[in-house]
Each structure stands twice: as structure tokens, then as C-alpha cells.
């Protein structure tokens, strides 16, 4: 049987189709099929103004965004695919704190719909810290297909981990 990690917390159903995909070696087809394209969003410049363009449209009274940069130092063994953080930086007589998203660099390569889905992902954490009701609320409201982009995400990364793939 197959170990779904990025699936464990997910209904029996939906993983045994999974595994299902995966016996009958149709998992890529399946992925490709629903998300066959990529984006354009290969500097940390055009994520940048990615972000921006999310914020403004969802976020207009969040906190501003001081840097958002893809990070080659995240991975699936850290357990991170994006990261906010506020960087605490003394300016003269006075501390000020910088807002960062950090954003895997395998999402260089991912369909446009997982980078959207991880920007509202890190985006939400400016208004909500926690992954409250109120968090997941706020992502569906910018991202009304949040939960099956989610879902569909961790597919892809399981996909990623098989043997012989990419």
C-alpha cells in the first residue's frame, strides 16, 4: 500500500482513488489533464508584483509587503511551502518590522493555480496569524476553489514523490 503523506488527513475514498491513480500509473495524466498550464512568474520581481496585485484587490488594509521572493531553501522536508514572516529591524531609534513571503522555488514550475492558491495561502496570514475558520474563510473568499487547489496540490507533491517522476 502506498503512503500518502500530504494525504493522511483526507477522507479513506479519496485516498484509495489516489492510489488507484498511482497502481494504474495515471496520476500524471490525471494532473496534466486538469492543470496543463504554467505561469509566466519566474523572478522574484514578477512575484513581487504577483502579490502586490492580490493584496490590493483582497487586502487593501493588511499590512504592506516589504519583499516576497521565491526561496530555494524551502522544501517539503521543512514542511514549508511558503513562509510570512516579520523581520525586526532597529532603523535609527526605532524598530521596524518588515513583512516577508517566502515562496518555494518548485512553484517556479507548478500550474498557475497552485501559485495563486500558496500566494492567498500567505497572503491570509497578514490579516489572520492562525489556520482558524476565520483564516480558511478569507482564503475561499480569494480563492473561492481553495480547498480542492489544496487537495489537488497535494496530489501534485505526492505525484512529485513517486519513483521515476520529474
Do not use: W
Amino acid at each position: 500500500m502506498t503512503e500518502l503523506r500530504y494525504l493522511q488527513a483526507y477522507p479513506p475514498h479519496l485516498q484509495e482513488q489516489v492510489r488507484q491513480l498511482i497502481a494504474s500509473d495515471r496520476l500524471g495524466a490525471y494532473l496534466q489533464r486538469r492543470y496543463p498550464d504554467r505561469h509566466d512568474v519566474q523572478s522574484d520581481k514578477a512575484l513581487y508584483g504577483y502579490a502586490q496585485a492580490l493584496r490590493q484587490q483582497y487586502l487593501r488594509s493588511a499590512p504592506g509587503l516589504d519583499k516576497v521572493l521565491f526561496d530555494n531553501r524551502l522544501d517539503l522536508t521543512h514542511r514549508a511551502l511558503g513562509l510570512n514572516t516579520a523581520v525586526s529591524r532597529v532603523q535609527g531609534g526605532k524598530l521596524k518590522a518588515k513583512k516577508e513571503i517566502r515562496i518555494a522555488s518548485l512553484f517556479k514550475e507548478a500550474a498557475p493555480e497552485f501559485l495563486r492558491m500558496i500566494v492567498v495561502h500567505e497572503l491570509a496570514h497578514l490579516r489572520e496569524r492562525d489556520h482558524s475558520k476565520a483564516f480558511y474563510q478569507l482564503c475561499q473568499h480569494m480563492e473561492p476553489a481553495y480547498h480542492q487547489l489544496e487537495f489537488d496540490l497535494r496530489v501534485y507533491l505526492t505525484y512529485r514523490e513517486l519513483p521515476g517522476t520529474l
